[in-house]
């Protein structure tokens, strides 16, 4: 999971080094002007907005981004001690509000649980026919086994099983790892991806499970899903590359 996150009050700060003590990915910016410019680059992250930014208005901002991307996961971010500040804030539509209140955990905690739900999980563990994810300890099984995972690589795969049965292109997996704080190549990425199913073949998956549509990007198909379209006589797989 990627985050980004505006950082103009302490509170942001603080917020930003939670997240990253929790080993969530983060793309911190200064202000609304910057945090509009990383959404096309850094797609289907979790976006956290302060409700106090130097140069816009917090909720017309967050309009912006729903009007822009309707099913974006958005946050507020206030520093408000009333509980009825905060539920006002909650009833403008943002999918949650983090206070300082909150420890780091909770922090991570409810931006998972708003991720997982809007992936339409409706807990912290992600199931993908046999590969379990546990996003709160986060680690992964196939079957009974456990994958050894490099942090990147359980990142990489906790996104394909949010996003399951869908393309997620190049440039999106390479915003969720490198945010636009660094630049790689589509064969870098092509190196990761590989040395992924092996880790995962090491545990018992077929090397298959995570699918490459050549020149544009990867997705997660179980063996399921693939019997299941044998048995009735359809190809998703030959539809998603004929789609591309």
């Known amino acids: 999971m990627r985050a980004i996150l505006s950082t103009a009050t302490w509170f942001g700060a603080k917020v930003e080094h939670d997240l990253r003590s929790t080993g969530t990915l983060v793309t911190a910016v200064s202000d609304a002007g910057d945090l509009l410019a990383c959404l096309d680059l850094v797609r289907r992250a979790a976006i956290l907005i302060e409700t106090d930014l130097p140069d816009r208005n917090w909720l017309s901002l967050f309009h912006e981004i729903r009007n822009a991307q309707p099913a974006a996961t958005v946050i507020a971010l206030s520093e408000s001690q009333s509980v009825t500040e905060d539920i006002a804030i909650l009833s403008k539509g943002v999918d949650d509000i983090l206070t ?78 490198y945010g636009i704080e660094e630049g790689t190549l589509s064969c870098t990425l092509h190196v990761f991806v590989h040395s992924l199913r092996c880790r995962m073949a090491q545990a018992g998956a077929p090397k298959d499970v995570i699918h490459s549509v050549k020149g544009r990007g990867y997705c997660l198909v179980t063996p399921e899903r693939r019997e299941a379209d044998r048995a009735e006589g359809y190809d998703w797989l030959t539809f998603l590359s004929q789609a591309a």
Do not use: C
């Open 100 to 177: 300082p209140r909150m420890s780091a955990d909770e922090v991570r905690a409810r931006v998972l649980r708003v991720m997982t739900r809007r992936a339409g999980f409706a807990t912290s563990v992600l199931r993908a026919g046999a590969l379990t994810i546990d996003t709160v300890a986060r680690r992964a099984f196939w079957a009974s086994n456990p994958l050894h995972l490099t942090p990147s690589q359980y990142e990489v795969l906790e996104h394909l099983v949010l996003h399951k049965e869908r393309l997620v292109d190049q440039n999106e997996m390479m915003g969720l790892l």
